[in-house]
T-cell receptor, first 114, second 115 residues
Framework: AQSVTQPDIHITVSEGASLELRCNYSYGATPYLFWYVQSPGQGLQLLLKYFSGDTLVQGIKGFEAEFKRSQSSFNLRKPSVHWSDAAEYFCAVGAQAAGNKLTFGGGTRVLVKP | EAGVAQSPRYKIIEKRQSVAFWCNPISGHATLYWYQQILGQGPKLLIQFQNNGVVDDSQLPKDRFSAERLKGVDSTLKIQPAKLEDSAVYLC?????????????FGEGSRLTVL
């Protein structure tokens, strides 16, 4: 069975500072990995995804994530945070063998201080 | 390209009443998913359709929840009778197929409050 852990429930960061959100997954084979962002009252928007190949993945809005198989991690980073990045971020794991349905982590809420 | 459409956006009902949510996926997307997102938690899969067939409904509380996708396009999720713990956002998502990139596209969700 697939599972995802996001250890940090809340993170507060100053505008302009760097951001890193942690994600650990459990899956027996090579997974598909995703990061989604959810603003209040909105649906989920895909930031980036990893299927295979280069383990450093670039996404929208200046985000990137690195897949580390040895650590079962897929951490999300942004070098300089903007106030508009305040939102909830979800890591998810999927697999073709599992019909591509996604299993989500519990989310990390990011607050941005001016 | 139009995204995933859901309605209603908000619904307030009393416990033991019934409610239905509607979803229209992106045109051409064969796979449709319903997720339940309780406040403060990540989305949890309720049911997955491929065209008009059910692929996975193992997490659907079948004593009160039902879902259908009769013509393989839009879908309806029903709750009858509703309980307090059903208060959540119900997210619909679609993808091109069971195989492939695995990317899911989400609607804005239907927020249910059960009093």
């Amino acid at each position: 069975a697939q599972s995802v852990t996001q250890p940090d429930i809340h993170i507060t960061v100053s505008e302009g500072a760097s951001l890193e959100l942690r994600c650990n997954y459990s899956y027996g084979a090579t997974p598909y990995l995703f990061w989604y962002v959810q603003s209040p009252g909105q649906g989920l928007q895909l930031l980036l995804k990893y299927f295979s190949g280069d383990t450093l993945v670039q996404g929208i809005k200046g985000f990137e994530a690195e897949f580390k198989r040895s650590q079962s991690s897929f951490n999300l980073r942004k070098p300089s945070v903007h106030w508009s990045d305040a939102a909830e971020y979800f890591c998810a794991v999927g697999a073709q063998a599992a019909g591509n349905k996604l299993t989500f982590g519990g989310g990390t809420r990011v607050l941005v201080k001016p | 390209e139009a995204g995933v459409a859901q309605s209603p956006r908000y619904k307030i009902i009393e416990k033991r009443q019934s409610v239905a949510f509607w979803c229209n996926p992106i045109s051409g997307h064969a796979t449709l998913y319903w997720y339940q997102q309780i406040l403060g938690q990540g989305p949890k899969l309720l049911i997955q359709f491929q065209n008009n067939g059910v692929v996975d409904d193992s997490q659907l509380p079948k004593d009160r929840f039902s879902a259908e996708r009769l013509k393989g396009v839009d879908s309806t999720l029903k709750i009858q009778p509703a309980k307090l713990e059903d208060s959540a956002v119900y997210l619909c998502a679609s993808s091109l197929a069971l195989s492939g990139s695995g990317e899911l596209f989400f609607g804005e969700g239907s927020r249910l409050t059960v009093l």
